[in-house]
C-alpha cells in the first residue's frame, strides 16, 4: 500500500485539519481502508457535520442525537395498535449524472429504511425539480437536457416502485432555470408497524453472529456517499461509476424476507446498506450498540471475486442489508432469506470492545473504534450573512407591477408547468397497486390510502416552495410546513407527523448557511406550535454546479415538507371536486392576516406574468393554520364538507379553477368587500398567494352548522356555487372586476403544458 498523501485525502473530500483530528483520534495513520470508510462517514452526506448543530432545532432530532442515536426513520402511534413510519431521502448527484438509475435506487433506498424498521411499505411519494422545460427560457440545448432529465426520472421512480408493489401515490414537481444541471430527486416512503414490533438498528449482545442479506456486493456506488457531499462540475458525466444500479425484483424479495424474518424473533438489530454500504451499517449499528464487530470479507457474496477490501467496504450496491441475530438462532433467518432466493450468510460477530476489525484474505483492512466513524466526525457552525437582496426584497412594491388582462394572466398560470397538469407523470406510476389507495393523484390536496388492519385512514403529502424559501428562508420553512399540514387538513386528515427533504447549495457559504439555518428555524417553529413533530429526514447540500470560468450557480434553496395525517374512518376522505347536487362554495382565511405586498411578492404571477421574482411571500397565521388542521377534519368527519382546496400557486383564480376542472363543471364566486379587505388591486385578490386561505364546498342543508362552527382563529365567507354552465366566473365586488372563462378553455391551457 503506498503512503497516504495530501492529495490523496483532499480528493476524497477530507481537509488537512480533519486528517490531522482522524490521525490524532486513531493515534496512528490510518490504512488506505480506513481511509476511505472515514471519508465516507465523515461526508456531509452521512456525517451532517454542516447541518447537525442546525438540526437540533428540532425537539425530535435533538432527542435522539442526545440518547441513542437516529434509527432508520420515525415512528408516530395512531392508535388501534399501529404506528406510522415516515421519511424522506434525495439523490439529487446521482439523478444528475444517471437520471434513471438515479431515481431508481433513490425509491429503493427509501423503501429499505422503511420496512428495515419492521414496518410494511404503503405508500411512496415523490417532489422534484428540474430546470426550465419551456423552449426560449433558457438556451435549446439545456431545456432538452432539463427534458431529458425529467423523462428519465420518472421513468426511474415508475419503473422500481411499479415493480417493488409499493403505489406511489403523491407528489410534486416543479421548475426553475437554477435547477438546470441540478435536479432535486426526493423519495419518500410511507409504512405501517405494529407499536410493539418496531426493529432497532442497534447491535448488542457479545458474540451475537453479525449476517450479510441481500444481493451480492458488486463495484457501483464506490464514494456514493462522497459524491453527494460536493459541488457538480461540468465533468459530471465522469461521475458515472458512482451511480448505483437497482434491481426492483430483488427488493421485493427483500422486503417480504425482512418482515418475514422479522416475526421469528430471532433479529437484535437491523440496518439497510444505504450510503456508504458495508461501513455504515457495520459502523452505525456498532456505535449505536456501544459494541464492536469483527467481520471477514471473504464471506461476504460479491459480483466479483477480486474485489479488494477497499472496494468492497464503499461500494453502495443496493438491495442488502445487515443484520445481528440472536446466538444459535442465525439459520432461522438465513433459512427465510434462502426461502425468498436471496444471499443470507454469516460474516462476524459483536464484541464487547467498542472495536471494528475487518479482514481480507486474512489481512487486517479495518481496526478501529467505531465511534470515531459514527461520532467522531467533527461538526461546524457557519457563521450566517444576510444577503444584502433579502432587505431589498422586503422594500419591494407590487405598484410598480402593470396589471396586464387578467383572463389572459389566468389562462398563462393555469398553463405554467408548476401548475399544468402532471397526469403525463402520474399516470406512469402504479398508483393502485396494494389496492388500498382511497384517494388517487390529482383528485385531492392529498392522498388517502386505507390499509388492512384498521378503520383509519392515512393521508400523506410532500411540499415545498422555493420561490417563497429563496425570497425569505425563515418564512418560506413555515410556509411548506404549514402548507403540507394544509393539504392534509383538505382531505380530511388530522396531521401527525413531518419529515423534511432540505435541499441547498453549499454550506460553507455564509450566505448559503443562513439560508439553511432561516428555513429550519422556521419549519422548527411551525411543527412546535402545530405539535407535529418532525420524526426524520435528510439534508442534501453542494447542489450547486461549478464551472469552468470559475463560475458557480447554486440552486434555489429548496426545503421539502413531507407528512402523514390520519382520518378516523377512510371512506370519508374528501377530494377538491364535487359530485352532481346543489353545492355552495365559501372562502376561508385567517382573521389577521397581513397582506404583505399585497401577496404578489415571491408568487407566481409575478415570476410567469409580470417577469419579477422580486419580493417577499406572506409569512403564515400559525394560530389561523392550527385552527384549520383541527376544524377541517372535524367538518369532514361529520359528513359536513362535499370539498376542499386550499390557496397556493396562481392564488385564488387558480384554485376555483381547479376545483371547477375536478368537479367537470362550472362556478360562480362573487367576492365580498369584507373577503377582500386590504386588497386594492384586483390581480392581487386573483392570483395573490395567501396561506391559510381555503375554498370548502357543501351541501345546502350543511350551509348553516359549517358557517356557525368556524373558529374564532378564521373568518369564513360565502362567495357562491357549483353552476350547471360550463363558465367558471369570478366577480370581485370591491375591485369592480370580473375573470369569465370558458371550463373548456382552462382546461386547454391546464393540459397544455406538454410536461412529458
Request: glycine share 12%.
Given at each position: 500500500?503506498?503512503a497516504?498523501?495530501p492529495d490523496?485525502?483532499?480528493?476524497m473530500?477530507?481537509t488537512?485539519e480533519?486528517?490531522r483530528?482522524l490521525?490524532?483520534?486513531?493515534?496512528?495513520?490510518?490504512?488506505m481502508?480506513?481511509?476511505?470508510?472515514?471519508?465516507?462517514?465523515w461526508s456531509?452526506?452521512?456525517?451532517?457535520?454542516y447541518?447537525?448543530?442546525v438540526?437540533?432545532y428540532f425537539?425530535?432530532y435533538?432527542?435522539?442525537i442526545?440518547g441513542?442515536?437516529?434509527?432508520?426513520?420515525?415512528?408516530v402511534?395512531i392508535?388501534?395498535?399501529?404506528?406510522?413510519?415516515?421519511?424522506?431521502?434525495?439523490?439529487?448527484?446521482p439523478?444528475a449524472?444517471?437520471?434513471y438509475?438515479?431515481a431508481?435506487?433513490?425509491?429503493?433506498?427509501?423503501?429499505?429504511?422503511i420496512?428495515?424498521m419492521?414496518?410494511?411499505p404503503?405508500?411512496?411519494?415523490n417532489s422534484l425539480?428540474?430546470?426550465?422545460?419551456?423552449?426560449?427560457?433558457?438556451d435549446?440545448?439545456?431545456v432538452?437536457?432539463n427534458?431529458?432529465?425529467?423523462?428519465h426520472v420518472v421513468?426511474?421512480i415508475?419503473?422500481?416502485g411499479?415493480?417493488?408493489?409499493?403505489?406511489?401515490?403523491?407528489g410534486e414537481?416543479?421548475?426553475h432555470?437554477?435547477?438546470s444541471?441540478?435536479?432535486?430527486?426526493n423519495a419518500?416512503?410511507?409504512?405501517?408497524?405494529?407499536?410493539d414490533?418496531v426493529?432497532?438498528?442497534s447491535?448488542k449482545?457479545t458474540?451475537?453472529p453479525v449476517i450479510?442479506?441481500?444481493?451480492a456486493?458488486?463495484?457501483?456506488?464506490?464514494?456514493?456517499a462522497?459524491?453527494?457531499?460536493v459541488?457538480m462540475d461540468?465533468?459530471g458525466e465522469d461521475?458515472?461509476p458512482?451511480v448505483?444500479?437497482?434491481?426492483?425484483f430483488?427488493?421485493?424479495?427483500?422486503?417480504?424476507?425482512?418482515?418475514?424474518?422479522l416475526?421469528?424473533?430471532?433479529?437484535?438489530?437491523?440496518?439497510?446498506?444505504?450510503?456508504?454500504?458495508?461501513?455504515?451499517?457495520?459502523?452505525e449499528m456498532?456505535?449505536?450498540?456501544?459494541v464492536?464487530?469483527?467481520?471477514?470479507l471473504?464471506k461476504?457474496?460479491?459480483?466479483?471475486?477480486s474485489?479488494?477490501?477497499y472496494?468492497?467496504?464503499?461500494?453502495?450496491?443496493?438491495e442488502?442489508?445487515?443484520?445481528?441475530?440472536h446466538?444459535?438462532?442465525?439459520h432461522?433467518?438465513?433459512?427465510?432469506f434462502?426461502?425468498?432466493?436471496?444471499?443470507?450468510?454469516v460474516?462476524?460477530?459483536?464484541t464487547?470492545?467498542?472495536?471494528v476489525?475487518?479482514?481480507?484474505?486474512?489481512?487486517i483492512?479495518v481496526?478501529?473504534?467505531?465511534?470515531?466513524?459514527?461520532?467522531?466526525?467533527?461538526t461546524y457552525?457557519q457563521?450566517?450573512?444576510?444577503?444584502?437582496a433579502?432587505l431589498?426584497?422586503?422594500g419591494?412594491?407590487p405598484?410598480?407591477?402593470i396589471a396586464?388582462?387578467l383572463?389572459?394572466a389566468w389562462?398563462?398560470?393555469?398553463?405554467?408547468p408548476?401548475v399544468?397538469?402532471?397526469e403525463?407523470?402520474?399516470?406512469?406510476?402504479?398508483?393502485?397497486?396494494?389496492?388500498h389507495t382511497?384517494?388517487?393523484?390529482?383528485v385531492g390536496d392529498?392522498?388517502?390510502?386505507a390499509?388492512?388492519?384498521?378503520?383509519?385512514g392515512?393521508a400523506?403529502k410532500?411540499?415545498?416552495?422555493?420561490r417563497?424559501?429563496?425570497?425569505d428562508?425563515?418564512?418560506?420553512?413555515q410556509?411548506?410546513?404549514?402548507?403540507?399540514?394544509?393539504?392534509?387538513a383538505c382531505?380530511g386528515?388530522r396531521?401527525v407527523?413531518?419529515?423534511?427533504?432540505?435541499?441547498?447549495?453549499?454550506?460553507?457559504?455564509?450566505?448559503?448557511?443562513w439560508?439553511?439555518?432561516?428555513?429550519?428555524?422556521?419549519?422548527?417553529?411551525?411543527?412546535?406550535?402545530?405539535r407535529?413533530p418532525?420524526?426524520?429526514?435528510?439534508?442534501?447540500?453542494?447542489?450547486?454546479t461549478?464551472?469552468?470560468d470559475?463560475?458557480?450557480?447554486?440552486i434555489?434553496?429548496?426545503?421539502?415538507m413531507?407528512?402523514?395525517?390520519v382520518?378516523?374512518?377512510?371512506?370519508n376522505r374528501i377530494?377538491?371536486?364535487?359530485?352532481?347536487?346543489?353545492y355552495?362554495?365559501?372562502?376561508v382565511r385567517?382573521?389577521?392576516t397581513e397582506?404583505?405586498?399585497?401577496?404578489?411578492?415571491?408568487?407566481?404571477?409575478?415570476?410567469?406574468v409580470?417577469?419579477t421574482?422580486?419580493?417577499v411571500p406572506?409569512r403564515?397565521?400559525l394560530?389561523a393554520?392550527q385552527a384549520?388542521q383541527?376544524w377541517?377534519?372535524?367538518?369532514v368527519?361529520q359528513g359536513k364538507?362535499a370539498a376542499?382546496?386550499d390557496v397556493?400557486d396562481g392564488?385564488?383564480?387558480?384554485t376555483?379553477?381547479?376545483?371547477a376542472m375536478?368537479?367537470?363543471r362550472?362556478?360562480m364566486?362573487v367576492?365580498?368587500?369584507?373577503?377582500?379587505?386590504?386588497?386594492?388591486?384586483?390581480?392581487a385578490v386573483?392570483?395573490g398567494e395567501?396561506?391559510g386561505w381555503?375554498?370548502?364546498?357543501y351541501?345546502?342543508?350543511?350551509?348553516?352548522?359549517?358557517?356557525?362552527?368556524?373558529?374564532?382563529?378564521?373568518?369564513?365567507?360565502p362567495?357562491?356555487?357549483?353552476?350547471e354552465?360550463?363558465?367558471?366566473?369570478?366577480?370581485?365586488?370591491d375591485?369592480?372586476t370580473?375573470?369569465?372563462?370558458p371550463?373548456?378553455?382552462?382546461?386547454?391551457a391546464?393540459?397544455?403544458a406538454?410536461?412529458?
Open positions: 500500500m503506498g497516504i498523501t490523496l485525502y483532499l480528493s473530500g477530507l488537512h480533519e486528517y483530528l490521525t490524532e483520534q486513531m493515534g496512528r495513520e490510518p490504512r481502508t480506513e481511509l476511505g470508510m472515514i471519508s465516507v462517514m456531509e452526506h452521512c456525517g451532517y457535520k447541518s447537525r448543530p438540526l437540533a425537539a425530535e435533538k432527542k435522539a442526545e441513542e442515536g437516529l434509527e432508520n426513520a420515525g415512528v402511534p392508535g388501534d395498535g399501529l404506528g406510522v413510519v415516515l421519511k424522506v431521502e434525495s439523490h439529487n448527484h439523478s449524472v444517471e437520471p438509475q438515479g431508481a435506487t433513490g425509491v429503493g433506498g427509501i423503501i429499505r429504511d420496512f428495515t419492521g414496518a410494511r404503503v405508500a411512496l411519494l425539480r428540474f430546470g426550465s422545460i419551456t423552449p426560449g427560457q433558457e435549446e440545448a439545456t432538452a437536457r427534458r431529458h432529465l425529467l423523462e421513468a426511474g415508475a419503473g422500481y411499479n415493480c417493488v408493489g409499493v403505489p406511489t401515490v403523491a414537481v416543479n421548475f432555470p437554477r435547477y444541471g441540478n435536479p432535486l430527486v419518500m416512503c410511507v409504512g405501517l408497524v405494529k407499536t414490533e426493529a432497532s438498528a447491535a449482545g458474540g451475537n450479510y442479506l441481500g444481493s456486493t458488486g463495484r457501483d456506488g464506490i464514494h456514493g462522497s459524491f453527494a457531499s459541488e461540468e465533468e461521475k458515472r458512482n448505483q444500479i437497482g434491481d426492483p430483488a427488493e421485493k424479495s427483500l422486503i417480504e424476507a425482512t418482515l418475514e424474518a416475526q421469528t424473533g430471532a433479529i437484535v438489530g437491523i440496518q439497510d446498506m444505504g450510503a456508504a454500504g458495508l461501513t455504515c451499517s457495520i459502523t456498532s456505535a449505536k450498540g456501544g464492536g464487530m469483527v467481520v471477514d471473504d461476504v457474496p460479491l459480483r466479483d471475486p474485489m479488494t477490501g472496494e468492497i467496504m464503499l461500494s453502495e450496491s443496493q442488502r442489508m445487515l443484520a445481528v441475530t446466538p444459535g438462532r442465525e432461522e433467518v438465513i433459512e427465510v434462502q426461502k425468498w432466493g436471496l444471499p443470507a450468510v460474516i462476524g460477530h459483536v464487547d470492545d467498542g472495536w476489525r475487518i479482514t481480507r484474505h486474512g489481512h483492512e481496526e478501529m473504534p467505531a465511534d470515531i466513524f459514527a461520532d467522531g466526525c467533527p457552525y457563521t450566517p450573512v444576510e444577503p444584502a433579502f431589498q426584497r422586503q419591494w412594491n405598484d410598480d407591477l396586464p388582462d383572463n389572459q389562462l398563462t398560470l393555469m398553463s405554467h408548476d399544468a397538469s402532471k403525463n407523470i402520474y399516470r406512469q406510476y402504479d398508483h393502485q397497486v396494494q389496492a382511497a384517494l388517487v393523484p390529482g392529498a392522498a388517502v390510502i390499509p388492512e388492519g384498521t378503520s383509519k392515512l400523506t410532500i411540499d415545498g416552495n422555493a417563497w424559501t429563496m425570497a428562508p425563515f418564512a418560506g420553512g410556509l411548506a410546513t404549514a402548507e403540507v399540514c394544509r393539504n392534509l382531505v386528515a396531521p407527523a413531518l419529515t423534511d427533504g432540505l435541499n441547498f447549495g453549499n454550506p460553507q457559504r455564509p450566505e448559503v448557511f439560508q439553511f439555518e432561516r428555513a429550519v428555524r422556521g419549519i422548527a417553529d411551525a411543527s412546535e406550535e402545530f407535529v418532525v420524526v426524520s429526514g435528510n439534508v442534501s447540500f453542494y447542489n450547486e461549478k464551472y469552468a470559475g463560475s458557480t450557480l447554486e434555489l434553496p429548496t426545503p421539502m413531507g407528512a402523514v395525517g382520518l378516523e374512518r377512510a371512506e377530494g377538491m371536486g364535487v359530485g352532481a347536487g346543489k355552495q362554495l365559501a372562502l385567517p382573521t389577521g397582506y404583505v405586498q399585497q401577496g404578489l411578492g415571491a408568487s407566481l404571477y409575478s415570476w410567469s409580470c417577469s421574482e422580486d419580493g406572506c403564515p397565521d394560530d393554520e384549520l383541527t377541517l377534519p372535524e367538518l368527519a364538507l376542499a382546496h397556493s392564488g385564488l383564480a387558480v376555483l379553477a381547479e376545483m375536478a368537479s367537470g362550472g362556478l364566486a367576492l365580498p368587500s369584507a373577503a377582500t379587505e386590504g386588497l386594492h388591486r384586483a390581480d386573483a392570483f395567501f396561506p381555503v375554498v370548502v364546498a351541501s345546502t342543508e350543511n350551509e348553516q352548522d359549517v358557517l356557525s362552527s368556524c373558529p374564532g382563529a378564521l373568518a369564513i365567507f362567495i357562491g356555487e357549483m353552476s354552465n360550463l363558465d367558471v366566473v369570478v366577480h370581485m365586488d375591485q369592480g370580473t375573470l369569465t372563462q371550463l373548456g378553455e382552462l382546461k386547454r391546464y393540459h397544455q406538454g410536461i412529458l
